[in-house]
């Protein structure tokens, strides 16, 4: 997705320059190239999952390790991503270009048939035991309806060994698509299996000390997410909003594993939202360090070349804001250190919120048409991005006097 900004963008910002013919070729030459590189991990899918855990009740204190229950959640991303799977700029005649798009809309706006959607996981339930190994027997297998970013509504498919108290839970609603889309029965099964096993928990996981807010404070993160389109989410989430944004928090366990702070956690707790706000914040320089790096660099590293510079020549007309990590990284924006040492570098700024997990920095004086850039940021929202990632459609601007707004149309 931020490489797709990237080519509209540079267009539209520096036509005098972008627009010359040479320049469009060296453009769709990179671009063709970062595909062919890249395509083979599409191959694939669940190299892009994240591993989660929410907390299905929070543990009251005194409680032993056996009785606290917690799930792991598997959540595909698609941001950076989903750009690789499009095949590059004049790849493709007309035709191919129309047929891609109007399958993109379908993807995004189709609503599960109830009905069908309902045999499926019914038949998953009935039959996914014959196509896991030895080990098991005895499992407790649920289907749980999860309100997740955007609120996105996913169907999770949990099977917990009686052994241990944690278990994946390993979302339906793609693997349904596979299998309209054609796929067998029997391999959808082999895939839900495979993802089952791959993400096993070998024995009890501890989370007692969750209970405490003193013991956990260290791992607690915000998030920032669209306020518009959580309304749902909200409801259960101790949140504030920067303009029309939302920060919510999460307790990251490890790499993989986070669970959402709840209302009822936060009353568990025993604290007010403003000092959830303030101690997660005061974690982003140790637990999700910011990162700023130009367009440049981003291809560099991800085309292993050293001659990025000639193909494009212009270094520093975006930068990508993130967090080491590269997860949820549009949280950047409340790291007061790292904005601040933007605007001494760059002055005012706009941001594009190219998805949860990064957004797009572009100097204030390199842009004359914010119409265009909210017009782009629109169609690749739209067009590209996995709508569970979408963070918003807006340009934003931030200055020193007035901190992150949104963008005054033109």
């Known amino acids: 997705m931020i490489m797709k900004l990237i080519v509209v963008g540079w267009i539209l910002i520096c036509p005098t320059v972008l627009l010359m013919k ?39 204190p005194g409680w032993t390790c056996g009785k606290a229950v917690v799930s792991m959640h598997l959540e595909r991303r698609m941001s950076l991503c989903a750009f690789l799977h499009q095949k590059p700029c004049g790849a493709t005649d007309k035709k191919e270009k129309d047929d891609d798009y109007k399958k993109k809309e379908i993807n995004n706006m189709m609503t599960v048939s109830v009905a069908d959607f309902t045999d499926f996981k019914n038949e998953v339930v009935r039959n996914i035991m014959d196509f896991l190994p030895k080990g098991y027997e005895d499992s407790e297998i649920k289907l749980n309806d999860v309100v997740k970013n955007n609120d996105r509504k996913l169907c999770g498919l949990t099977i917990k060994r009686k052994d241990v108290n944690m278990a994946p839970t390993i979302y339906l609603d793609d693997f349904y698509k596979d299998y309209e889309n054609g796929k067998s029965m029997d391999k959808v099964l ?36 669209s306020g518009e389109m959580n309304t749902e989410l909200l409801e259960d989430r101790p949140h504030r909003f920067v303009d029309d944004l939302a920060v919510i928090y999460a307790i990251e366990i490890n790499d993989e594993m986070s669970i959402p702070v709840s209302n009822r956690i936060l009353d568990m707790w025993g604290i007010t939202e403003e000092e959830l706000n303030k101690q997660a914040v005061s974690n982003i320089p140790e637990k999700a360090p910011s990162t700023l790096i130009s367009i440049g660099e981003v291809l560099k590293r991800m085309m292993n070349a050293d001659d990025v510079d000639d193909m494009f020549p212009i270094d520093n007309a975006f930068y990508v804001l993130s967090n080491r990590q590269q997860k949820f990284g549009a949280a950047a924006l409340l790291d007061s250190k790292m904005m601040q040492s933007i605007v001494e570098r760059f002055g ?58 949104r963008t005054q149309k033109d």
């Not at 024995?203 to 998030?223: A, G, N, Q, T």
């Not at 067009?383 to 990632?389: G, L, S």
């Open 190 to 225: 082999e895939e839900i299996a495979d993802v089952r096993e791959r993400f096993d928990v070998k024995e009890d996981y501890d989370v007692s000390y969750i209970s405490d807010f003193d013991s956990c404070k260290d791992k607690v993160l915000p998030r920032l997410v």
């Open 22 to 60: 040479h320049i469009r070729n060296l453009l769709t030459k990179c671009i063709r190239q970062l595909w062919l590189h890249t395509s083979r991990l599409g191959q694939n899918r669940q190299g892009y999952t994240e591993l989660h855990a929410a907390l299905a009740e929070p543990v009251p």
């Open 348 to 405: 005012e700024f706009h941001i594009l919120m190219s998805s949860v997990h990064e957004v797009l920095i572009i100097p204030a004086d390199l842009t004359s048409d914010k119409r265009d850039l909210e017009f782009m940021v629109k169609e690749v929202n739209r067009t590209i991005v996995n709508p569970i990632d979408r963070l918003s459609d807006n340009i934003y601007t931030y200055s020193a006097e007035k901190g992150l707004c």
